[in-house]
C-alpha cells in the first residue's frame, strides 16, 4: 500500500516523518511542537504562545490536506509540566467548537528542542 502523504510549508518536520498520512477516510497529523516555519527554531514564550504554534502548524497541515479544524475527531496534547494545563487548555478551546474532539491530555518527561507543548491530531474527511 502506498501512503497518501501531506506536507505544508507552514509547518516544519525534525524528523524522518510526514506532516500528515491519509488512510482511507482518516488523516493522522504527526505531532507538532512551537516550532517558527520561518526559522526553524522554537518559538519563545509561555505556554499559550507555544500551544497558539502547534496550532498554526497543524492548522496549516489540515490546510495541506483540504481540511479544516471541523474536521478533527482527536486531539492528543503532551504537556512537560501538567500546571500549564489550564493556559492550554484556554488556547486549545479558542480553536474548536462544541462539540469538541476526543482529547487525551499526557503529561510526559521532556519534548524535543526544549518544548513545553506537542500536538497531534487526527482529522475523518466527509465530516
Known amino acids: 500500500m502506498t501512503r497518501k502523504a501531506f506536507t505544508a510549508e507552514g509547518a516544519v518536520a525534525v524528523g524522518p516523518y510526514t506532516h500528515a498520512v491519509e488512510a482511507g477516510d ?27 504554534q502547534c ?11 483540504d481540511l479544516t479544524s471541523d474536521h478533527v475527531v482527536k486531539v492528543n496534547v503532551f504537556l512537560t ?22 482529547r487525551t491530555t499526557i503529561g510526559v518527561a521532556s519534548l524535543p528542542l526544549g518544548a513545553q507543548v506537542e500536538l497531534e491530531m487526527i482529522a475523518q474527511r466527509g465530516l
Open 26 to 52: 482518516l488523516v493522522y497529523l504527526s505531532g507538532q511542537t512551537p516550532i517558527d516555519a520561518a526559522t526553524g527554531k522554537l518559538i519563545e514564550g509561555d505556554i499559550a504562545a507555544q500551544t497558539e
Open 55 to 65: 496550532f498554526k502548524n497543524l492548522f496549516s497541515i489540515l490546510a495541506a490536506a
Open 81 to 102: 509540566d501538567m500546571a500549564n494545563f489550564a493556559a492550554m487548555n484556554a488556547v486549545y478551546e479558542k480553536h474548536f467548537t462544541a462539540p469538541y474532539p476526543a
